[in-house]
């Protein structure tokens, strides 16, 4: 199986190749600062759980632009394996190989990474490598099985089949749990059956992951019924369609935009914990990593985008060529994202805020002032950078007006 792998290897495009080295060193910057986050977590200390809590938080973001990454080039890889239908392959047999060359780049990232944190940690804790090594090896192989779902491989070609998915109860299952877990180590503190204090703060941060994308992906619901109410009330061809093709597959947009309110999630609580604190290297810390997580998850949506106007490539050319004018098409991708996101980063700031404030309820109304200015201005911010990227994305647009995308 490697053998064959290798003398497939040999055939990639250059674009592959980058992305390869993409995902291998986003894999090895992720197990990083994984390591390094578990490190630093310490109830005792605040100001090392904060630090590590920033650290984490740079981490997921990476691994949401991994998962997109793998999304955007699986019909490309697929149309590489294809060639092995013509020798008497499966489809299946195809799927196994495509795994498996995704946990060669999963290993070799990961593993990467960790050699990283063990040369630079020479006498801090490395119990933890080998765990967080499994599992973000693990995720890398499930994204990459998972992108791949919905494209189809056979001798002729490839071909792409998105398959829009209604809100599931599992979203609901997702918040309960995230619930639990963080109450849990907040509860138990020191007293954690596992790992003692460190056992809290995982289950903790556990616990806040699960809610944050139970509630992104619960949000589905919410950003159908804003997408169904703007096409109704609609005064422009721009806005009316923008709408429709939200409403058509309101997961996809959940799921691409969970990244974002990932950083508005930890925004919008990292301010209510430091609602009438001193303001200090560690707040100023989780702050710059905000940012930059912020910056990690717009170029996740870029590719989200991407990815969309590769699945309707024809619809948009077929508009062009009909004489609807360029900017009208890159006003529709803007308005998408406006009542996309919008929802989305609404409801994480709540639940951000509410996380924090709720268990502490012993805040003054100047701090709550300060807590609801600290959420809008999130709100703002993801909105804004969404936007940023929609913009971005005209040049990607421009590429599928081409009336050659008209052809079968």
Do not use: N
């Given at each position: 199986m490697i053998a064959l792998i290798r003398v497939l290897n040999k055939g990639r495009s250059r674009t592959e190749r980058v992305r390869a080295w993409l995902v291998t060193a986003g894999l090895g910057v992720a197990t990083y600062l994984i390591c390094t986050a578990v490190s630093l977590a310490d109830l005792d200390d605040d100001g090392g759980s904060l630090t590590g809590l920033a650290l984490a938080l740079l981490a997921l973001p990476v691994m949401g632009l991994v998962h997109l990454a793998n999304r955007l080039a699986s019909a490309t890889r697929e149309r590489r394996l294809a060639a092995l239908r013509l020798a008497g392959a499966t489809p299946g047999d195809v799927r196994v190989l495509?795994?498996?060359?995704?946990?060669?780049?999963?290993?070799?990232?990961?593993?990467?990474?960790?050699?990283?944190?063990?040369?630079?940690?020479?006498?801090?804790?490395?119990?933890?490598?080998?765990?967080?090594?499994?599992?973000?090896?693990?995720?890398?192989?499930?994204?990459?099985?998972?992108?791949?779902?919905?494209?189809?491989?056979?001798?002729?070609?490839?071909?792409?089949?998105?398959?829009?998915?209604?809100?599931?109860?599992?979203?609901?299952?997702?918040?309960?749990?995230?619930?639990?877990?963080?109450?849990?180590?907040?509860?138990?503190?020191g007293r954690f059956p596992f790992f003692g204090g460190h056992g809290a703060v995982v289950s903790m941060a556990a616990g806040l992951v699960l809610l944050l994308f139970g509630v992104t992906l619960a949000a589905t619901w919410l950003i159908r019924w804003c997408a169904g109410r703007a096409g109704r009330r609609a005064r422009s061809p721009e806005t009316l369609l923008a709408a429709r093709l939200v409403e058509a597959d309101p997961r996809a947009w959940a799921r691409a935009l969970s990244v974002v309110a990932l950083a508005v999630f930890f925004g919008a609580g990292a301010g209510a914990q430091q609602a009438g604190r001193p303001y200090s290297e560690a707040h100023a810390l989780v702050d710059v990593a905000l940012f930059v997580a912020l910056a990690t998850a717009a170029v996740a949506v870029l590719v989200h985008q991407a990815e969309e106007l590769i699945d309707q490539r024809r619809a948009f050319a077929a508009l062009a060529a009909a004489g609807v004018p360029e900017a009208a098409l890159g006003a529709v991708l803007v308005r998408k994202a406006?009542?996309?996101?919008?929802?989305?980063?609404?409801?994480?700031?709540?639940?951000?805020?509410?996380?924090?404030?709720?268990?502490?309820?012993?805040?003054?109304?100047?701090?709550?002032?300060?807590?609801?200015?600290?959420?809008?201005?999130?709100?703002?911010?993801?909105?804004?950078?969404t936007v940023v990227v929609a913009l971005a994305a005209r040049p990607l647009l421009r590429g599928t007006l081409a009336v050659e995308r008209l052809r079968a």
């Open positions: 495509g795994a498996v060359e995704a946990g060669v780049l999963a290993l070799s990232g990961s593993l990467g990474g960790a050699a990283g944190y063990v040369i630079t940690h020479l006498a801090g804790p490395i119990t933890q490598v080998p765990v967080v090594v499994t599992l973000v090896a693990l995720a890398a192989v499930l994204s990459g099985a998972r992108a791949g779902r919905h494209v189809v491989a056979s001798p002729l070609g490839v071909s792409r089949v998105p398959q829009p998915r209604d809100p599931r109860a599992l979203d609901l299952l997702l918040v309960l749990a995230g619930v639990g877990l963080f109450v849990l180590g907040v509860v138990v503190k406006v009542i996309a996101a919008l929802p989305v980063c609404a409801v994480a700031a709540v639940t951000g805020a509410a996380a924090v404030v709720l268990p502490l309820p012993d805040y003054t109304v100047q701090e709550l002032g300060w807590v609801v200015v600290r959420g809008v201005l999130m709100v703002g911010i993801g909105v804004l950078a």
